[in-house]
């Protein structure tokens, strides 16, 4: 036998018992920041969790949110009997002053890369990662670049086989190319966009094997589908400074939509990159194959022109919402939009995503389960190929709203609306743990249909907007203007 064919005989056997571990019912293990006897340490955030992602080598667990902290985690190599899965190795002291809503790692480097709602786009250069030996380690002077381009809160970054090239969403309708070896002045100079819309964006997806194409959804009925291979011919006219270079080359959309449906979350299959998944609020999640033949859309998105970085409102807020009195109609900018619509394969319900802005997920070394949090503090795990539930675990004291599972172990990740983290793994146990719900499945998807059918239109916009109000009144728009004004004169290159 070469060594190639013992390589590959080794991984399946490896995915082969990742997956069966997934088939158990899984079991909470930890909750990060927490001591055993359940006393709040010093680890713990002081805010709400927005953001989890593991890096490419498993090795590290990021979390930032509220407290525009970012905490480092790392896998306790020891075997002792009491050693806990993950402890909290680092601190970064960020410096956005909003919400941080994002945080990866960038791949092949000790970089990790944030987004807030204070539009910015950070960059921190830890070194090598603190093994925790030396106890945590606290992170003041570490950015190494700082990022203006976005006029508006920044949702979501992902990254690709790169330690200096990622792509970043906001909420000010695009979608951008960073390129940490090409330094500019931002506030004029920066590059133009990919993607250039005339609604929010909130997620953003692409798979590890086909990093040229990426999903783009958000105040919209449909999930937008680029290649970035398509580039767009550009107008050496400065009548069109800011045209997007990124060609749409599909649409998805649920077979039944409205003017204000939005998708909360989209996520590319990443041991396929034919499947998307989408999430959207108030409904369920719906699955996508970009190998389906389009079909000529009946509803046609109305053309207009680009919205230029000028005319975006910034709005920076300390709460996801939706209203959909504010989206504006469903539209491509600047193109010809012939692009055939792809509707959905599958249907995920059970969930309740009214209240926050959740994301979704794939889960298992063949991204064989779809994984989504409920405003019921659970989250759902449904067979990818069946939509049937898998199971239903508690989560959160009261909203989950981000899931992740770790590239090579059974572990799964989850944050909401708690300060905490929680870690789950499988169970091979005969009695289920006291988190498992999956028993009483039945009653909570009863129970999240009939919340989801009292919450009528007008009182969705209600409650959005009481959400947004409280927030409003704890931030002051004009200090946060003369603070990026002031940090954007400090710092005029990336």
Excluded at 234 to 247: C, D, G, Q, V
Excluded at 338 to 349: A, I, W
Aim: with cysteine; proline share 5%.
């Amino acid at each position: 036998m070469t060594a190639l064919s013992s390589y590959a005989s080794t991984m399946r056997t490896r995915t082969d018992l990742l997956s069966h571990l997934y088939s158990k019912p899984l079991q909470r293990i930890q909750v990060l920041g927490v001591d055993p006897n359940g006393h709040s340490g010093s680890a713990q955030h002081t805010g709400c969790v927005n953001a989890l992602s593991w890096a490419q080598n498993g090795e590290l667990l990021l979390s930032g949110g509220d407290d525009t902290t970012v905490r480092i985690w790392r896998l306790d190599s020891t075997l002792s009997e009491d050693a806990r899965p993950l402890s909290c190795v680092g601190l970064i002291n960020t410096g956005h002053r909003a919400n941080i809503f994002n945080a990866h790692m960038l791949p092949h480097s000790t970089r990790i890369a944030t987004v807030a709602g204070d539009r910015q786009v950070r960059i921190f250069d830890i070194g090598d990662p603190p093994s925790g030996k030396d106890g945590e380690v606290e992170y003041n002077d570490a950015r190494s670049h700082l990022l203006l381009c976005h006029k508006d809160r920044v949702k979501r970054l992902v990254t690709e086989e790169s330690p200096d090239i990622f792509l970043t969403v906001s909420e000010d309708s695009s979608v951008r190319q960073h390129d940490l070896r090409r330094p500019h002045r931002c506030r004029g100079e920066c590059p133009a966009p990919l993607v250039q819309m005339d609604h929010d964006l909130t997620s953003l997806s692409l798979s590890p094997l086909s990093p040229h194409q990426f999903v783009v959804a958000g105040g919209s009925p449909y999930g937008y589908l680029f290649d970035r291979r398509y580039l767009r011919a550009r107008r050496f006219s400065t009548s069109f400074p800011n045209k997007e270079l990124t060609t749409c080359t599909l649409l998805f959309s649920k077979p039944s939509r409205g003017r204000d449906d939005s998708i909360t979350g989209v996520r590319m299959n990443a041991s396929s990159s034919d499947e998307v998944i989408m999430a959207y609020s108030g409904d369920g999640v719906y699955r996508f194959s970009t190998l389906d033949t389009p079909a000529k859309d009946s509803f046609e998105p109305a053309i207009s022109p680009s919205t230029s970085s000028e005319d975006v409102k910034s709005n920076p807020m300390d709460v996801d919402f939706y209203d959909p009195d504010e989206v504006p109609s469903n539209s491509y900018s600047n193109s010809n939009l012939n692009v055939g619509v792809v509707t959905s394969v599958q249907k995920y319900t059970g969930a309740r995503n009214i209240e926050t802005v959740k994301e979704v997920n794939f889960l298992g070394p063949r991204d064989e389960y779809v994984v989504a949090g409920s405003d019921d503090g659970n989250f759902f795990v449904w067979n990818k190929d069946d939509a049937s539930i898998h199971g239903v675990y508690e989560g959160d004291g009261s909203v989950v709203n981000v899931i992740e599972g770790h590239p090579y172990l059974p572990l799964v990740a989850t944050s909401g609306i708690d300060y905490t983290v929680k870690l789950f793994s499988p169970s091979f146990s005969d009695e289920p743990s006291l988190c498992d719900k999956t028993l009483h499945a039945e009653e909570i998807v009863a129970e999240n249909t009939q919340a989801r059918a009292r919450l009528t239109h007008f009182q969705h916009l209600r409650l959005m907007r009481l959400f947004a109000a409280a927030h409003v009144a704890n931030r002051d728009d004009a200090d946060l203007d003369s603070d990026d004004e002031e940090v954007a004169m400090q710092c005029p290159n990336q």
